[in-house]
C-alpha cells in the first residue's frame, strides 16, 4: 500500500492539547530507544522526526497523519533520561496524564523497548499506567539488529509474561527494516483502520 506519514502538528503544552476526530496510536519508550528512528523508517524518510543528539530534550507531542488511512501516529516525549530535572519529569507526566485520559480515541500506545537491555523498571511502570487507564499496550523490541536470535527470543517470551499477554512483542530494527510490515498490520488492526 502506498502509505504516508505527515507532522501535522505539535504541541508543547496541555492548554494546546485538542481533540482530534481520528484514531489514534501513542508512541512511547524511553529516551534513546530508537523512537525518532522508528518514526522515520515508517516514514520511508531519514530526517522527518529529529533523531536525537541530544536524548531527553524532545519535550514535545508530535501528531502524524497517516494515510490514506486516517488515523495519527502520536509520538510522545521520550521519558527516563537521567540527567532530567524533577520538574521536567513532573512535567512530562502531567502531559502524558493530561493526553492518555478521557481520549477515547487513543487506541492503543506502542511502547519501544530496548531490545539489548533486560525489562526495566520505568517501562514496567509505563505500561501498567496505560493498562490501568483501559488502554491496550502493543510492546515493540527496537534495534532488533543488535541482540543474538536467540537472546531476542528470550527477551520476547519474559515481555508477554510480564504483560501477560498471549502474543510475543513484535521486533523492530530501524536499521534493517525488520518487523515493519508487522508493526504495520498491528497500528492498522489497533487504529481499526
Ligand atoms: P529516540 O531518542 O528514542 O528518538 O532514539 P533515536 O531514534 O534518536 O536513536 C537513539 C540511538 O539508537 C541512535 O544512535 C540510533 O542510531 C540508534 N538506533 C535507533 N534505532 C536503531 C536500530 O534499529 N538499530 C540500531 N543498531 N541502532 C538504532
Not at 511502547?111 to 517501562?123: E, G, H
Not at 527496537?142 to 502474543?167: H, N, S, V
Request: aromatic fraction near 8%; glycine fraction near 6%; hydrophobic fraction near 35%.
Amino acid at each position: 500500500m502506498n502509505r504516508t506519514i505527515e507532522l501535522v502538528k505539535t504541541i508543547y503544552e496541555i492548554k494546546q492539547l485538542e481533540d482530534i476526530d481520528a484514531p489514534q496510536i501513542a508512541l512511547a519508550g524511553r529516551s534513546n530507544v530508537g523512537k525518532s528512528s522508528l518514526v522515520n523508517r515508517l516514514a520511508g524518510r531519514k530526517a522527518l522526526a529529529k533523531i536525537s543528539s541530544k536524548p531527553g530534550k524532545t519535550r514535545s507531542l508530535n501528531y502524524y497523519r497517516v494515510d490514506p488511512d486516517g488515523y495519527y501516529l502520536v509520538d510522545l516525549p521520550g521519558y527516563g533520561y537521567a540527567k532530567c530535572s524533577k520538574q521536567e519529569r513532573a512535567k512530562w507526566g502531567k502531559l502524558i496524564e493530561a493526553y492518555m485520559k478521557d481520549n477515547p480515541r487513543l487506541r492503543a500506545v506502542a511502547v519501544l523497548l530496548d531490545s539489548r537491555l533486560p525489562p526495566q523498571k520505568i517501562d514496567m511502570e509505563l505500561t501498567s499506567y496505560v493498562r490501568s487507564l483501559g488502554i491496550p499496550v502493543i510492546p515493540v523490541l527496537t534495534k532488533a539488529d543488535k541482540p543474538k536470535q536467540r537472546e531476542l527470543a528470550q527477551l520476547q517470551t519474559q515481555w508477554r509474561d510480564i504483560l501477560q499477554q498471549d502474543r510475543l512483542p513484535l521486533s523492530f530494527s530501524s536499521k534493517t527494516g525488520k518487523g515493519e510490515e508487522k508493526l504495520w498490520a498491528a497500528f492498522t488492526e489497533a487504529a481499526g483502520a
